[in-house]
Every structure is written in C-alpha cells, then in structure tokens.
C-alpha cells in the first residue's frame, strides 16, 4: 500500500500558526500542493487550499484529508495557557483523533512537531541524545500532553497497516512573524522587567531558527520508507550551541 510515495499532496494541520505557514511557504516552493487545516485562517496564499475546523472533529478532518498522502500536525493551544481541559482535549484526544482520520483517509505518513521539553527534569542537558527518557514530572500541563502527544503519534507506525509516523523534537523556535518568544522578550525588557537571574546565569536553554525546523520536518518526511530507520522515532532538532540564559 506504499505505492504513491511520490505524491506531492499534503496536509498541514495548525498551517495557519507561526511554524505552520514557514512549512506551508517552504512545501509550496518544493512543489507540494497544500491543505491547511486549523481553526482560524490567518493568511491566503496561492496554491493553498485552507479547510477551517478543529482538529477534535474526524469528520472535519477526513474532508480536508481526501487524497493526501503526508500530513504534518503542528497544532497545539499556546503553552503558555493554563487551561488544562484544553489542552487534553487538543493534544491527547484530537491527536488520536487525527490519527484515526489519517488511517481511514489513507494518508501513508505522518509528522509530528512535539517539543524537546519532553525530556526536559529541570536540570541542564547538553548534547542529549534522543534515548534520554520523558519526563517523569514534566514542567507544565503543555509538557505532558506533549509526551502523551508523542507516544501516541509514534506507536501509531505500523508498516503493515500502511502508517509510518516520525516525530520532530524543536526548542524555542524563532525566525520572522514569532508572535512569543522574541516579541515577549523585548517587551519584557522594555518594561524593566528582565533584572533578575534564576539561578546563577548558568542555565543552558536552547532556541531553534524556524527554517531549521522546517527543514528537518520536510527531510523526515522524505525520509520516511517502510525500511527506514526513522520509522517511529523522535529527534531533536536544535541549531549548534544552547545559549547560556
Ligand atoms: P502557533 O500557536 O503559532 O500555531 C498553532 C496553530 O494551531 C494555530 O494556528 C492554532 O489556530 C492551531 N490550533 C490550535 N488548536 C487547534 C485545534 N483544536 N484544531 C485545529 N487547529 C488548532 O504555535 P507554533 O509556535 O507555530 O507551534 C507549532 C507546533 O510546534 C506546536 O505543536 C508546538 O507545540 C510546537 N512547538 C513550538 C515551539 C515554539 O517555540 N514555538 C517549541 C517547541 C514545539
């Protein structure tokens, strides 16, 4: 059932957010042909056919799904929400539930942007490698549906039912139109508010550049055979260096 590994039709659930239209714009140019599916539209672009719904709703899906072969999830509520209901709903129910439309629509491969947070305990990591294990008290509610977010996306790859899943692990993604993490940086800064250290000015935090991320989801998705060994596994993706914070 592997036979259409050259179709170019693709789907980006979460298209309209900050990562999503990068990968969006970066597919276009490659030549796919893309599906943004999401619950807000934020931009039209020739060549992108935008289906507005939320990721929760299979019905919704499987109309945006029809005759795509590769679909990227980079849908979440913002981290930085405390609303815990939402977030087992959206990243643990609907990630099911795209799994579930991608086998009934079927979609052969599917790329998940999980976060390297998932094996973030609070101390310094250099260099970790992707056998550090998750995170047994994950930093926030986001976190740990992000991990269950993972495990369900990753032990969804199954080469006899014709799903090959991979998972890319960013951290802090910046790059042109962020809407966070440098815009709330400055603003913090400007207000003053940027005088205290945790910590002793040690800690190590690391920031990906958008096209980096990008680059490494379309580079999985291509990657991404029955016989390759990337079949259901997770990789960070960093720049070079974390940043000393
Ligand atoms: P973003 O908020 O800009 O984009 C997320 C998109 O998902 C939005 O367009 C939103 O409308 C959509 N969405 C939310 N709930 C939905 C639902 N129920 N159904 C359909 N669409 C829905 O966020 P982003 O920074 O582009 O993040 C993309 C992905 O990358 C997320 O999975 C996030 O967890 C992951 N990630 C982001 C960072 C970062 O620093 N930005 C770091 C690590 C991982």
Known sequence: SFSAWSSKRCAVIGGSGFLGRHLVEKLLGKG???????????????????????????QALLTALQGVSLVFHCASPAPASDDKALFQRVNIQGTHTVLQACTEAG??????????????????????????????????YYTETKIEQEKLVLKACDKEKGLLTVAIRPHGIFGPRDPQLVPILVDTARRGNMKFIIGDGSNLVDFTFVDNVVHGLILSAESLRPESPICGKAYHITNDEPVRF
């Open 32 to 58: 796919y042909t893309v599906s943004v599916f999401d619950i807000r539209q934020s931009y039209e672009l020739p060549g992108v056919t935008f289906h507005q719904g939320d990721l929760c709703d299979k």
């Open 107 to 140: 979609v052969q491969k599917v790329v998940l942007t999980s976060s390297a947070s998932v094996v973030f305990e609070g101390t310094d990591i250099k260099d970790g490698r992707e056998d550090l294990p998750y995170a047994k008290k994950p930093i926030d």
